[in-house]
């Protein structure tokens, strides 16, 4: 073979290399998904169980998914985490658009990013639901109670929530300011972290996931929940409104993001897995058995209300802020 022949056959070599390389199903390798909190928390039961079904969906090349906790800063720092990786599919974060919102908007001019210019939403296969809880020896059986028991004492109450500026933080603000009540937040690295410290006592109340009493009956009673209507997984537990407190209407959706600039086909596999996996028997059955729900919102009707939690939440952490 000529010298020239051997230059030529190599060079289609490296042609037909990249053209593979560029034509590689995604995933190529297991996919990261990153957590901002600590495990047993809302966020971290969603994601554990999402991540074991992800080989089953069609769309994600019979790969798997696993779980990497990077608690810190309300989530922020696994979203940090995120934007240092490639864009790529490969490192995906879960988290529900409250806490996330809620998260940055604390942050004001000093944010770390901004969710609509650097991630973007992929879909979502839950959603979680804040409630007010006590411990089970505390003599409120009612929100009601609880709030005249509070004013009674006089003394500043002590709660706790998954982080400094979650979604369960901002509407916990709501719900002390609108009545009147001192208190003080001890924020936690995650869910499972701040019923630990309502378990113990070390506080008197905790904003926290509907879903996380569950197993814990014995020690913790939820008063309330948020949302416009009750959590379909805690039907008898009524709303604030029903009990007289307003502004306490809104849940999160329970989302995967991607860095943006993730390819447009990453987009349509990770949805259609999203899709896949919430009409799934056994992640139905895995969700329900920790008091969440499952069901799927595609990425453009997760954007839109991303949109409308960025609106709903923005005056009410400015005003958060400015009165501490």
Not at 186 to 204: I, T
């Amino acid at each position: 073979m000529t010298f020239a022949k051997k230059i030529a056959t190599g060079l289609a070599a490296s042609a037909l290399l990249v053209s593979t390389a560029a034509l590689a199903d995604y995933p190529e390798k297991p996919v990261k998904i990153m957590v901002g909190f600590s495990a047993g928390g809302g966020t971290d039961t969603t994601a554990r169980g999402f991540a074991s079904y992800m080989h089953e969906a069609p769309s994600m090349n019979g790969l798997p998914a696993y779980i990497v906790n990077l608690p810190g800063a309300s989530g922020q720092k696994a979203a940090k985490a995120v934007l240092d990786e490639d864009a790529d599919g490969h490192t995906l974060y879960m988290i529900n658009i409250g806490t996330f919102i809620a998260g940055e908007l604390a942050k004001g001019d000093d944010r770390p990013y901004h969710i609509p210019d650097d991630f973007v939403n992929l879909g979502c296969a839950s959603q979680l639901v804040t409630s007010l809880q006590v411990h089970a020896s505390n003599p409120a059986a009612t929100m009601e109670e609880f709030i005249a028991n509070a004013k009674a004492s006089g003394k500043e109450i002590t709660w706790g929530t998954s982080g400094a500026a979650t979604m369960h933080a901002t509407i916990g603000h709501i719900f002390f300011d609108t009545h009147g009540i001192k208190h003080k937040k001890v924020p936690f690295k995650g869910g499972s972290k701040a019923r630990a410290a309502l378990v113990s006592q070390s506080v008197e109340a905790v904003f926290g996931g509907v879903n996380t009493v569950v197993g814990f009956e014995n020690d913790i009673r939820a008063l309330a929940s948020a949302g416009a209507e009750r959590d379909p997984m805690a039907a008898d537990l009524a709303t604030f409104k029903e009990q007289g407190t307003d502004g306490i209407d809104f849940t999160g959706l329970m989302c995967l993001f991607g860095k943006a600039g993730v390819p447009d086909e990453v987009k349509a596999d990770v949805g259609a897995a999203i899709a896949h996996i919430a009409e799934l028997d056994g992640y139905k059955r895995y969700m329900s058995g920790n008091d969440l729900a499952s069901f799927y919102t595609d990425s453009a009707a997760a954007t839109a209300a991303q949109d409308t939690m960025f609106s709903v939440m923005g005056p009410v952490v400015a005003e958060i802020i400015a009165n501490q």
